[in-house]
């Protein structure tokens, strides 16, 4: 079993480059998808403070469907466009949420979300999946969280 243990005194920009690291070494050897996002949840889970919920959603058929996490049971499909995953893949940007009852037609899957973090996760051009970071701390993330999970997105983005 891999256990990662993150040094507390790393700055964000450091943090980010050792989990892009290790999520890239950890599905380096599998094709399986489903192994490696779940791998790469509970590595995000391992690497990144005060979250509630981190996890993928995966374009399916012309919606998002629930993919691995770490958290509660999350609402499984969502329309591209809505909520903030939804937001994600028709604008193709990251979302940074400081206050997920501010962001218009925000989903509410766990009630302890209080701020939100999702990036796009590209292949080529195309989005195939979002990586979403749910915190129960307002304006938990920002631009240095974004970043770095954008660098995560590509470090893994040819193995889910
Ligand atoms: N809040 C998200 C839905 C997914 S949960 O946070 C896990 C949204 O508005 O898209």
Request: aromatic letters at 6%; a negative charge.
């Amino acid at each position: 079993m891999y256990h990662f243990t993150p040094d507390p005194n790393q700055s964000k920009p450091d943090l980010y480059r050792e989990l892009a690291a290790s999520a890239a070494a950890l599905v380096g050897g599998e094709r399986d998808p489903v192994a490696n996002m779940a791998n790469v949840a509970a590595l995000i889970w391992q690497f990144v403070p005060r979250l509630n919920w981190a996890g993928f959603y995966r374009v399916v058929g012309g919606e998002l469907v629930l993919g691995p996490f770490q958290g509660a049971p999350a609402c499984i499909r969502i329309p591209l466009g809505q909520g903030v995953c939804g937001t994600a893949v028709a604008s193709g940007e990251t979302q940074l949420v400081p206050d997920v009852h501010a962001f218009p037609g925000h989903i509410a899957c766990d009630t302890a979300s209080a701020s939100e973090l999702v990036v796009p996760v590209r292949r080529g051009s195309v989005v195939v999946a979002v990586i979403d970071l749910d915190s129960p701390d307002l304006a938990r993330f920002d631009a240095a969280d974004a970043r770095g999970i954008e660098l995560l997105a590509v470090a893994i983005a040819a193995a889910v």
